[in-house]
C-alpha cells in the first residue's frame, strides 16, 4: 500500500495570505495525485488532479505541483472560504486507492 | 444537475449486515466507473470499493474483503454496497463518489453525494 503523508497537520493563515500544503508519497506515484477540499458536514469537492490540473470550476488560487514522491497545494491569497480540510489521494495504484490524513487550514 | 444521493445507513449490531444504495442522476451513469468511500468520525478519507461500469471489474480495500459487496444495476442508475460481518471499525459516513476516467482520464472522484451514517454497535 502506498502511504501519504500530509503536513503540517493544520496550518494557520491569515486572510490574504498564501498557504502551501504538502503531500508526500511512500514510493513514487508518477502524477497521479489529486486534492481534495472538504468543509465541516459536507463532502469532499474535488480541486485538483492529474497534481496540477485544476478540476471544472476551481479558482485560479489554487494550483498544485510535484511529480513522483512530493507534492505542493499553494491558495495564492486565502479567501474566507478557503479555510477547510484538504486531502490528497495517490491514483498511480488503482488496486489500493489511499488518501493523506489530512490539513486543516485554520483562519490565524 | 449532477447528483448522487445515498442511502440505507443506520445503526446495527457488530456481525450483523446493512445494504447501502446511492441513485446517480443528471449524467449517463453506465459510462463511469462508481466507488464507495468512507470516513469514520473525525477521521480522514478512506477508499473501500471501486465497480467499472459495466460492473465486471471491481476492487476492494483489504480492510473490507471479504466481507463488502460492491454492485450496479445500470437500468435503475444505481450503485449499492452489501455490507456483512459488520465491526465497530466499520462505523463512518459512506460516500458513494463518481469516478473521473470518463471525463478526464484520471481515477480522482470528481461528484459525490452526501453521505450516509453506519454506525455499528451493541
Known amino acids: 500500500e502506498i502511504v501519504m503523508t500530509q503536513s503540517p497537520a493544520t496550518l494557520s493563515v491569515s486572510p490574504g495570505e498564501r498557504a502551501t500544503l504538502s503531500c508526500r508519497a511512500s514510493q513514487s506515484v508518477s502524477s497521479n495525485l489529486a486534492w481534495y477540499q472538504q468543509k465541516p458536514g459536507q463532502a469532499p469537492r474535488l480541486l485538483i488532479y492529474?497534481?496540477?490540473t485544476r478540476a471544472t470550476g476551481i479558482p485560479a488560487r489554487f494550483s498544485g505541483s510535484g511529480s513522483g514522491t512530493e507534492f505542493t497545494l499553494t491558495i495564492s491569497s486565502l479567501q474566507s472560504e478557503d479555510f477547510a480540510v484538504y486531502y490528497c489521494?495517490?491514483?498511480?495504484?488503482?488496486?489500493?486507492?489511499?488518501f493523506g490524513g489530512g490539513t486543516k487550514v485554520e483562519i490565524k | 444537475q449532477v447528483q448522487l444521493v445515498e442511502s440505507g445507513g443506520g445503526l446495527v449490531k457488530p456481525g450483523g449486515s446493512l445494504r447501502l444504495s446511492c441513485a446517480a442522476s443528471g449524467f449517463t451513469f453506465s459510462d463511469y466507473y462508481m466507488s464507495w468511500i468512507r470516513q469514520a468520525p473525525g477521521k480522514g478519507l478512506e477508499w473501500v470499493s471501486y465497480i467499472s461500469s459495466s460492473g465486471s471489474t471491481i476492487y476492494y480495500a483489504d480492510s473490507v474483503k471479504g466481507r463488502f459487496t460492491i454492485s450496479r444495476d445500470n437500468a435503475k442508475n444505481s450503485l449499492y454496497l452489501q455490507m456483512n460481518s459488520l465491526r465497530a471499525e466499520d462505523t463512518a459516513v459512506y460516500y458513494c463518489a463518481r469516478d473521473g476516467r470518463y471525463n478526464f482520464g484520471a481515477l480522482a472522484f470528481d461528484i459525490w453525494g452526501q453521505g450516509t451514517m453506519v454506525t455499528v454497535s451493541s
Open positions: 489521494q495517490q491514483y498511480n495504484n488503482w488496486l489500493s486507492l489511499t
Open positions: 492529474g497534481a496540477s
